[in-house]
């Protein structure tokens, strides 16, 4: 069975530019969540699908991410206009209906030049 | 403020002797907690699991113990392998959050 699969691996981006994430979550599973490590910190929040809704957008770091889970499968996490700051590896993960147990993809490193 | 905390960023053991990794936490709603190992260029894998009921939980060679007075948990891997060379999250949520409050990560080099 396939697990969480991210594209792309790395992106590479100038300030300013935008950048769309995706990620496919494993087939059935209600729950999808994206995170963010930055710079070897911890690895933080950002939000919570169930199926196509957002559950909880509370990490979202301000309103030039934009997260969408079109028809409860995949998922794209946009970053518009990118910042330096917003440099990371961004995790999506994702987890059966009333578990607790997540299964994370490989990430995407994205770098903001 | 950081809710979980892994303090020892770094950690080397001898192949064949014990590991314990430790991880504190802030929030008393907290009820169950998890680590998650992580290799380069790969996403973390889950490894065990504990729910606050519970003062222990094993599997196999990974022991995850809560002291829930202390609000400390730790994961001892015993032997410890080469193989078990890894960063090491401690994660903590209340169940049926689903929001998972990572650490900074703990990495473990098992020296053979």
């Known amino acids: 069975e396939a697990g969480v699969t991210q594209f792309p691996s790395h992106s590479v981006i100038e300030k300013g530019q935008t950048v769309t994430l995706r990620c496919d979550p494993i087939?059935?599973?209600?729950?999808l969540y994206w995170y963010r490590r930055v710079m070897g910190k911890e690895i933080k929040f950002l939000l919570h699908?169930?199926?196509?809704?957002?559950?909880?957008e509370s990490g979202m770091p301000n309103n030039r991410f934009l997260a969408e889970r079109t028809g409860g499968t995949y998922s794209t996490l946009k970053v518009q206009p990118a910042e330096l700051e917003d440099s990371g590896v961004y995790f999506c993960?994702?987890?059966?209906?009333?578990?607790?147990?997540?299964?994370f993809g490989s990430g995407t490193q994205l770098s903001v030049l | 403020d950081q809710q979980v905390k892994q303090n020892s960023p770094s950690l080397s053991v001898q192949e064949g002797r014990i590991s314990i990794l430790n991880c504190d936490y802030t929030n008393s709603m907290f009820d169950y907690f998890l680590w998650y190992k992580k290799y380069p260029a790969e996403g973390p894998t889950f490894l065990i699991s504990?729910?606050?009921?519970?003062d222990k939980n094993e599997d196999g060679r990974f022991t995850v113990f809560l002291n829930k007075s202390a609000k400390h948990l730790s994961l001892h891997i015993v032997p410890s392998q080469p193989g078990d060379s890894a960063v090491y999250f401690c994660a903590a949520g209340g169940s049926g959050t689903y929001k998972y409050i990572f650490g900074t990560g703990t990495r473990l080099k098992v020296l053979a």
């Open positions: 504990i729910s606050s009921i519970k």
């Open positions: 699908f169930v199926k196509e809704s957002k559950q909880d």
């Open positions: 993960a994702s987890s059966e209906a009333g578990t607790e147990k997540l299964f």
């Open positions: 087939s059935g599973h209600d729950n």
